[in-house]
């Protein structure tokens, strides 16, 4: 066993010989979108994202299935497994089996595993101070989500931000195996800052994020400010607040937004500061056009996330 329960992280690996390890991990969630077929795209992008985030390449899932089959029927779960499905092929990753089970509430998922090479494996425990941040989808998931709840969404914007869910972490994962990167995760449930704290508690190291360069959904200013924010952004303030320093500027409702559980987001690569540049141009070139530089990694003050 290389990454397992002595230490949190996004997968578990293990090693099969010198040349491969194996990447497993599971994830499922309840629906966050009314479309079927682009929940099961979701929840299969956001189980997949795990490999990506350890620097592997997923080969094989299996469905997870929870489902009230009296109350939505067998043609809404079709359209959910078919979601699903064509992430996965989208994903060059086989289909090997599952489990279902009736339930009262609707919950859709995968086990993944994926390979990688022993010695390439990125977790979030290696980061080096002078390493850049760089976040390749912007934030505001979760508050959007709740605008849609609520019937505040308009449908473009309901649109934009299912695609960025759908949207593979695939690409990135595999342009940053071309840099010297010193450490990764993907940015979920627990919020940007949360997702950091769990990179730099018992790092050595200090983390300084630049509010204005973080990229965001535009609309979720004015939802954050109007209180559209899910419960869940609230748990993750409480539980990380005492590692993170904000300057007077940032306002709650920015620091929701940065606390905000995201649902699919995009990775948090720590890369060298020399290969800094070359690894933005290559992650917009291909697609990730609102990735940035959203800060750096210190040296002090230590296991402490400032926010300027």
């Known amino acids: 066993m290389i990454v397992g329960l002595d230490r949190a992280d996004d997968a578990g690996v293990y090693r099969v010989s010198d040349e491969i390890a194996l990447i497993q991990t599971v994830d499922f969630f309840t629906p966050i979108v009314d479309d079927p ?10 189980a997949l994202s795990d490999v990506y985030a350890m620097g592997g390449v997923p080969k094989t899932a299996m469905n997870l299935v929870a489902f009230p089959i009296k109350q939505l029927g067998i043609n809404v779960l079709r359209k959910i497994l078919q979601g699903g499905l064509d992430k996965m092929k989208e994903a060059d990753v086989v289909l090997v089996g599952g489990h279902s089970v009736e339930d009262a509430e609707l919950k859709y998922g995968l086990s993944v595993t994926g390979f990688i090479h022993p010695d390439r494996i990125l977790t ?10 760089i976040l390749t989808k912007p934030l505001g998931t979760g508050i959007i989500n709740t605008a849609i709840k609520r019937g505040q969404a308009s449908d473009d914007v309901v649109d934009r931000v299912t695609r960025q869910m759908a ?13 010297r ?6 940015i979920t449930g627990f919020g940007l800052l949360g997702h950091l704290a769990e990179m730099v508690e018992k ?22 400010e109007k209180g559209l924010v899910p419960g869940g952004c609230k748990k993750n303030r409480e539980f990380r607040q005492h590692m993170v320093d904000f300057v007077s500027s940032i306002g709650n409702s920015f620091q929701d937004i ?14 060298e500061l020399e290969d800094t ?11 990730m056009v609102e990735a ?17």
């Open 292 to 308: 940035d530089v959203v800060g750096e990694v210190l040296a002090e003050p230590v296991h402490r996330i400032i926010v300027n």
């Open 277 to 287: 540049t070359d690894l933005l141009a290559d992650l917009r070139k291909n697609g």
């Open 203 to 224: 790092s050595g190291c200090g983390i300084q994020i630049n509010a204005e360069a973080v990229p965001v959904i535009p609309e979720t200013f004015d939802y954050a």
């Open 258 to 271: 940065l606390f905000d559980p995201q649902t699919s987001g995009g990775l948090m690569i720590a890369v």
């Open 124 to 133: 979030k425990k290696n980061l080096k101070p002078g390493d850049q941040l």
């Open 167 to 179: 949207a593979l972490n695939r690409d990135a994962a595999r342009i940053m195996e071309h840099y």
């Open 181 to 186: 990167v010193n450490a990764c995760t993907d």
């Open 37 to 46: 077929y682009w929940f099961g795209q979701i929840a299969a992008a956001n």
